[in-house]
């Protein structure tokens, strides 16, 4: 059996630091198991036209593995070349780089590590509110500079607390978000999801749903975003919802890139709609040099908090989905049971019941 890995390059960190799991260097971990089975495994960061490792091995690979922080985007028309193909499996959460409309026509499992990234991710929002909220990024820049102006950074620096935060999703992620922001004091903690969370654990994180997506940002100092990519949530924040956003508030994405548009994001920095933007998911990754999240600015100069993906990807989080990555193929390989969390598409069919959270 052929096992394609796609995964990204670790460089001389990967050599020096073994745990860097989700790295081409260290391979997940699984290939000296996987060569003892018996099975063949190709690792490569090569993923991009046809003569990319990628599009080379996936006609007779029977399991591809990548990650989200740097996909091999699985279209339908290589689903369509992939006779072998049986199951994809993400080492980590988010499965939006497989056209999973046609793994389900074909008939290829899909499977992910749920709940590998959950507290990385959450302590990487909050983290990431900070930033923009007291306007750190200029701050340190300036110190960069070997100047010293603290009014240039303290007009646009503010406390969390007394301040309105909300959550677009409240499943896994959204939901340690607001658990960890109960001791900030906040004036109040919202969110918007198309099911009320339990009313006991609304009630622990003292928690108001808002079910209207315009009211709800409407009402934020701070918006984060905690739901799946899928065809409801692309381009969800665009022009038409910035408008209604308060102006100046704070916008926080580490769900997935193409869920904010991209232009309209970076229209609403620059007219001051927005205060700031953070994440680390870009509409494609790795993101081009001249994407505009990369350089983009308020017009005081400041509240731009991009990063690369990797917020799902400390390396507590990475012996977590190498692991889960290597138990879902290990469940492959025996014909047993995969955990149902793990299921995104079935043999033909969409599990939905873990997609709708992340």
């Given at each position: 059996?052929?096992?394609?890995?796609?995964?990204?390059?670790?460089?001389?960190?990967?050599?020096?630091?073994?745990?860097?799991?989700?790295?081409?260097?260290?391979?997940?971990?699984?290939?000296?198991?996987?060569?003892?089975?018996?099975?063949?495994?190709?690792?490569?960061s090569?993923?991009?036209?046809?003569?990319?490792?990628?599009?080379?091995?996936?006609?007779?690979a029977?399991?591809?593995?990548?990650?989200?922080?740097?996909?091999?985007?699985?279209?339908?028309?290589?689903?369509?070349?992939?006779?072998?193909?049986k199951?994809?499996?993400?080492?980590?959460?988010?499965?939006d780089h497989?056209?999973l409309?046609?793994?389900?026509?074909?008939?290829?499992?899909?499977?992910?590590?749920?709940?590998?990234?959950?507290?990385?991710?959450a302590e990487?929002?909050?983290?990431?509110?900070?930033?923009?909220?007291?306007?750190?990024?200029?701050?340190?820049?300036?110190?960069?500079?070997?100047?010293?102006?603290?009014?240039?950074v303290?007009?646009?620096?503010?406390?969390?607390?007394g301040?309105?935060?909300?959550?677009?999703?409240?499943?896994r992620?959204?939901?340690?978000?607001?658990?960890?922001?109960v001791?900030?004091?906040?004036?109040?903690?919202?969110?918007?999801?198309?099911?009320?969370?339990?009313e006991?654990?609304?009630k622990?994180?003292?928690?108001?749903?808002?079910?209207?997506?315009?009211?709800?940002?409407?009402?934020?100092d701070?918006?984060?975003?905690?739901?799946?990519?899928?065809?409801?949530?692309?381009?969800?924040?665009?022009?038409?919802?910035?408008?209604?956003?308060k102006k100046?508030?704070?916008?926080?994405?580490?769900?997935?890139?193409?869920?904010?548009?991209?232009?309209?994001?970076?229209?609403?920095?620059?007219?001051?709609?927005?205060?700031?933007?953070a994440?680390?998911?870009?509409?494609?990754?790795?993101?081009?040099?001249?994407?505009?999240?990369?350089?983009?600015?308020?017009?005081?100069?400041?509240g731009?908090?991009m990063?690369?993906?990797?917020?799902?990807?400390?390396?507590?989080?990475?012996a977590?989905y190498?692991?889960?990555?290597?138990?879902?193929?290990?469940?492959?390989?025996?014909?047993t049971?995969?955990e149902?969390?793990?299921?995104?598409?079935g043999?033909?069919?969409y599990?939905?019941?873990?997609y709708?959270?992340?």
């Amino acid at each position: 059996m052929k096992v394609l890995a796609i995964l990204y390059d670790g460089g001389d960190a990967a050599i020096n630091e073994p745990r860097l799991l989700g790295t081409v260097e260290n391979k997940l971990g699984i290939q000296d198991w996987l060569a003892a089975e018996g099975h063949e495994l190709v690792v490569s960061s090569s993923k991009e036209g046809p003569d990319s490792d990628f599009q080379k091995h996936i006609v007779d690979a029977e399991v591809l593995i990548t990650t989200p922080f740097h996909p091999g985007y699985l279209t339908r028309d290589l689903i369509e070349k992939a006779k072998n193909l049986k199951i994809c499996i993400t080492a980590g959460v988010g499965s939006d780089h497989i056209d999973l409309n046609a793994a389900v026509d074909h008939k290829i499992q899909v499977l992910e590590v749920s709940g590998s990234n959950v507290v990385s991710v959450a302590e990487h929002v909050v983290m990431s509110i900070l930033l923009l909220v007291r306007n750190f990024v200029p701050a340190h820049e300036m110190i960069e500079r070997g100047d010293w102006k603290v009014s240039d950074v303290a007009r646009n620096a503010f406390d969390l607390e007394g301040k309105v935060v909300g959550t677009i999703g409240a499943g896994r992620i959204g939901y340690r978000v607001l658990q960890r922001l109960v001791p900030f004091d906040c004036k109040e903690l919202l969110y918007y999801d198309y099911a009320p969370l339990p009313e006991a654990a609304a009630k622990a994180v003292n928690a108001r749903r808002v079910e209207d997506l315009k009211e709800f940002v409407s009402q934020c100092d701070v918006v984060t975003v905690n739901c799946p990519l899928h065809e409801g949530t692309l381009g969800l924040v665009n022009s038409e919802l910035l408008a209604s956003f308060k102006k100046g508030a704070w916008l926080v994405n580490t769900a997935r890139g193409a869920i904010c548009d991209k232009d309209a994001v970076a229209e609403a920095l620059a007219s001051g709609r927005l205060a700031g933007y953070a994440g680390d998911v870009w509409n494609v990754q790795p993101a081009p040099k001249e994407h505009v999240w990369r350089t983009m600015k308020n017009p005081l100069g400041g509240g731009n908090g991009m990063v690369p993906h990797y917020s799902g990807t400390t390396l507590d989080a990475q012996a977590r989905y190498a692991n889960g990555a290597k138990s879902i193929l290990e469940n492959y390989l025996k014909g047993t049971a995969q955990e149902p969390q793990n299921v995104i598409v079935g043999l033909g069919k969409y599990e939905t019941k873990a997609y709708g959270q992340r």
